[in-house]
């Protein structure tokens, strides 16, 4: 299979990074909007991130190398991981196996963020991580199954071959099973007991600040990135759109943002037993229908 | 030119009570509310210290919490900005002459805005958070 060239792969980190921030930005414009205010402007994370690179670096007492290390690792894994992931009409990386790289990269992304963390020494950072860790796990069992279900049904092991071989109904099921991850991934105001602003200060990010900050957000920004596009993929698709493939992809990207949002305003955040049921409850509930959609031939 | 503008638009505010009656304290809460919408300034409210660029005190400095006042300080990055919010924080209001008060805050660390009032408005409150964003986006790295 083609790969893209050196242009191609900038293009691409570029666009993730750009889609990236305008998740975050369309999500508290949205949000803002449901709240009866005018809200911050789409490029408010883009701001933010900017803002965080020119401020010095606050260091704790306890910090260690992994504490430095962590976020610039992460960010350049997410970057990795951006590469991978399909976007319609567009060549992306694509080898034998990438399916399984794609499921390794995401949970190092977690990895690193919760290790970075932990590491700082900070008692909040620990809550935080137990409370992550969970999340996480669960996703990512349920994600190796639905990817299973996929490299069974299309006998290949290339993200890009095997969404081109399944059927249609395979596609929006796997699709609407990204878009349920995305809920516990992007720690929408329901899943996000491990950041909990109010009772363990932002958790695992309570040390950082500066250009690791700045990092480390982006590095969250990216992985919410690549599970929603997954998501939108697939279901672009799906849909058959062929050369407008990547608009509808921006705009379904938007619209899930804009669906997040919906969630974030509507529902308070759940305590971390009844999040960990009920995101294990709606995965599992997705999984299977990607298991009936494999089934139906 | 650039880095003075996204400084400006990026604000984040860290609130820390030192001993006041609460009065402030509310108010500091309502500015950030809906009806203000201090997030179409870029102002939001952090939980950590560590994350913020403006520091938000109320309440004078009391024997107990001036150890506290100066480490929180140390640990916000560079550049940051103080805003001094209420009679309390400014001069000592009513505190004045505690066994236990131990100076109004700018005589602990350096104060950029002094926002006066028992409580002062919430409009008061968000326009020194504006007037502090502005001071401290020409603050250059490491210098206080």
């Known amino acids: 299979m083609a790969q893209p060239g050196p ?236 050369a407008t493939g990547i608009i509808v992809h921006i705009l379904l990207l938007l619209a899930f943002s804009l669906l997040t949002s919906f969630l974030d305003s509507a529902f308070a955040r759940l305590r971390i037993g009844a999040a960990v049921k009920i995101y294990a409850l709606l995965l599992a509930i997705c999984t299977l229908c990607v298991y009936a959609s494999l089934m139906l031939g | 030119m650039i880095r003075e503008k996204v400084l400006r638009r990026s604000v984040w505010v860290f609130h820390l009570n030192t001993g006041a009656c609460n009065g402030c304290d509310i108010e500091v809460i309502a500015a950030l509310t809906p009806r203000y919408d201090a997030e179409r300034f870029g102002v939001k409210l952090v939980g950590s210290p560590r994350h913020a660029d403006i520091l938000l005190v109320t309440g004078p400095v009391t024997q107990q919490t001036l150890p506290r006042v100066k480490r929180i300080y140390e640990m916000v990055p560079e550049p940051k900005a103080v805003v001094a919010i209420g009679t309390c924080a400014c001069d000592g209001g009513v505190f004045k002459d505690g066994a236990t008060f131990k100076g109004p805050l700018s005589k602990v660390v350096p104060v950029d805005v002094f926002v006066y009032g028992c409580p002062p408005r919430p409009n008061n409150i968000l326009k020194g958070v504006l007037e502090a964003a502005q001071i401290y986006s020409t603050k250059r790295r490491g210098v206080g």
């Open chain 1, 7 to 242: 242009l191609g792969l900038v293009l691409t980190i570029g666009y993730s990074l750009l889609m990236a921030f305008l998740i975050a930005g369309t999500r508290r414009k949205a949000k803002a909007r449901m709240h009866g205010r005018i809200g911050p402007p789409l490029w408010q994370p883009l701001l933010d991130f900017l803002k965080l690179l020119y401020k010095d670096l606050s260091l704790p007492s306890t910090f260690s190398t992994i504490f430095f290390l962590a976020p610039v690792v992460g960010a350049i894994v997410g970057i990795v991981a951006s590469l991978i992931v399909p976007l319609p009409g567009i060549q992306t990386l694509s080898f034998s196996g990438d399916i399984a790289a794609l499921v390794i990269l995401v949970s190092a992304i977690d990895f690193m963020l919760l290790t970075g963390g932990v590491s700082s020494g900070n008692p909040y950072s620990w809550v935080s991580f137990s409370r992550a860790a969970m999340l996480a796990i669960i996703r990512e069992v349920f994600v190796a199954a639905s990817f299973a279900a996929l490299v069974v049904k299309a006998q290949e092991t290339s993200l890009i071959k095997a969404i081109a071989a399944v059927p249609l109904h395979f596609k929006a099921s796997l699709g609407i099973f990204f878009l349920v991850c995305s809920l516990g991934v992007s720690l929408t105001t329901v899943f996000s007991a491990p950041l909990a602003e109010t009772e363990i200060l932002e958790g695992f990010l309570i040390e950082y600040s500066g250009p690791l900050l700045a990092l480390a957000e982006l590095t969250h920004m990216l992985q919410t990135y690549i599970v929603l596009s997954l998501s939108s993929t697939l279901i672009a698709s799906a849909l058959s759109t062929g």
